[in-house]
């Protein structure tokens, strides 16, 4: 009984690809040849061009433009060698803070239109790298943080240094200093901790001062009522 007749596919398009001639038959199944419009040529199961769900529909390059632009979205590349140092952890956190709306505290920076001038890893290595081993060398790994001088300022350069965990903590745009009569200021939970007194009170004090809103409170002021 002669054999079922082979479907002529030459001609056939499917997304990116046209099937140029019949390449092989193997195990039963027939495989096409096709021209890729970045061209290149493959090879495709007869099946897998005429899926009606999944067809493959190029010679793979759709896949890699894909990667590329996730790589751009996040201004990503994996070719630096840094992937799981420390330092790269932090720019990864930077982005994510920014970018990523579904990130912890994106409404305090990128919902509030803070940006990272650092197009990629590379550029924040090159400027941050040098000072931020300095820091290590004196603080540690883990107690070296980034900062942003500027609270409302973006992350870059001239924005940004790094600081220990305490100093972080109290860098941020909630935090009450209080100014002490030689100019200096300190923070009010350190101030509390010093003077061993309930940091509620101290707050307590402050919001109802006319300073409130402020961030910035006189000694005395603060402590005339206690």
Known sequence: MPGRQRKDLTGLVVGRL????FAYRKKKRNY????CTCGKTCIVRVDMLLSKKRPTNSCGCIKNEQIIEIGKEYRFKPTHGDAFKRLYSI???ILDRCNNPNATGYHNYGGRGIKCEWDTYEDFRAD?????YKHVEEYGEEDTEIDRIN???NYCKDNCHWVTHIIQCNNTRYTIFVVMDDGTE???SDLARELDIPVARL???YHRSEYDGTRKIPYD???GDE
């Open 151 to 153: 609270n409302d300022g």
């Open 186 to 188: 300190i923070p009010i």
């Open 128 to 132: 941050m790298e040098e000072s931020y």
């Open 32 to 35: 096409w040849r096709c021209q």
């Open 91 to 93: 720019y990864r956190g």
């Open 221 to 223: 002021k603060l402590m």
């Open 203 to 205: 707050r307590k004090i």
């Open 18 to 21: 046209t099937v140029i001639e």
